[in-house]
């Protein structure tokens, strides 16, 4: 049996101890966490296989839209419940996972095969690129709040708003540029299947029966998140900048590290670059347009230390990529900032 096969049990095992069996909370919280990642990997293997059916374009577009999301599901559920500190956690913690921790597993992955690691600088300059223009969007709304802390969250509220529109637009831009007016220049390695693909109909159902088990996992996940702080002592912004990220991505991480050891590393950087992108440019903007509907108004506004942590880890993986090449002691420099940002997370 497979190991997916046997995380899979932890989905009906939280529902009963969530609606039936009532254990501490942190049962709870363990079991859900768990059932996320089968789920989050039929997620990914079904938007795969309708990718290699439907082309590059179109497949560029599903992986955009559901890369990141069970993640972007426990965001909205846990955004509805009001915590809006956890969701903006959880949203620098998952750019903050992909491009250290999962970019420099990968690289220590690649290197332990190959002395050099070489991949398409334009793809990874233009990754850098956008990155660096989120961080702009985050610093600015930053700013807003230092200048006046108090009083102003309405002023905060239409800023971030203003810049969500820009990001999402720089998105669409980057996915014509990539996709289409420039695809000669990425020419990216295609994405593995273990098997034939999928038929259209059972992928659909699948990322279907896959997508609403999440919903509902999630839903379980953050109810009892509250209660988990308190038993542990952890803060809102350790569990939403490290656990939940690497739980939401985990399959998605998986696979990176697992194509980089085979030595396709243009392809592992395409997922954890293009991931961090994504959350940063589309998944952040949604998610403040997602608070107005449900009646949790979320800015952009991030702390100052999730701020420094985005910048800096974009400005270490920029100097990392900019030639073109890299190796595994790369990677373990990756890995050691993630640790010292996690450190600091923990005794917030």
């Given amino acids: 049996m497979k190991l997916r096969q046997i995380l899979l049990l932890a989905v009906p095992a939280s529902m009963a101890a969530a609606w039936w069996l009532h254990p501490p909370a942190l ?13 989050a990997g039929f997620m990914g293997e079904a938007t795969e296989h309708l990718a290699v059916r439907t082309g590059p374009t179109m497949g560029g577009f599903l992986n955009a839209t559901f890369g990141n999301a069970a993640e ?6 846990a955004l509805n419940a009001g915590m809006v500190e956890l969701v903006k956690a959880s949203i620098t913690g998952s750019i903050l996972g992909n491009l250290l921790l999962i970019l420099g597993l990968s690289l220590v992955a690649g290197g332990t095969r190959k002395e050099t690691l070489t991949f398409n600088r334009t793809a990874a300059g233009m990754s850098a690129g956008m990155l660096t223009l989120a961080v702009v969007g985050l610093v ?27 990001l999402l637009a720089t998105y669409a831009a980057s996915l014509l540029f990539s996709l289409r007016t420039h695809k000669r220049l990425f020419g990216g390695e295609p994405h593995p299947t273990d098997s034939q693909p999928w038929g259209v109909g059972k992928a659909l159902a699948v990322l279907g029966i896959a997508t ?12 009892s998140v509250e209660e988990v702080t308190s038993t542990l002592g952890w803060s809102e912004t350790f569990l939403g900048l ?10 998605e991480h998986a696979t990176a590290v697992v194509v980089a050891r085979k030595g396709q590393t243009d392809l592992a950087l395409q997922i954890a670059l293009g991931s961090s992108t994504q959350v940063a440019l589309l998944i952040a903007p949604i998610l403040v347009f997602v ?11 991030f702390s100052i230390f999730e701020v420094a942590a985005v910048a800096m880890a974009t400005i270490v993986v920029a100097i990392s990529v900019q030639d073109g090449e890299s190796n595994w002691f790369e990677g373990v420099q990756l890995l050691a900032v993630y ?6 997370a923990f005794f917030i």
């Fill in 72 to 77: 972007l599901i426990i965001a909205i559920v």
């Fill in 27 to 39: 049962v709870v919280f363990i079991l859900s966490c768990v059932a996320v990642l089968p789920l």
């Fill in 291 to 301: 608070g107005v509907l449900v009646g949790q108004p979320m800015n952009l506004a």
């Fill in 140 to 166: 600015f709304p930053a700013l807003l709040h230092s200048l006046r802390p108090t009083g102003n969250e309405l002023a905060e509220l239409r800023a971030s708003e203003a810049v969500s529109i820009i």
């Fill in 212 to 223: 609403a088990g999440v919903a509902v996992e999630s839903e379980i996940l953050v109810h």
């Fill in 242 to 251: 490290i656990i939940i990220p690497i739980i939401g991505n985990a399959a």
């Fill in 339 to 344: 640790l010292m940002i996690g450190i600091a």
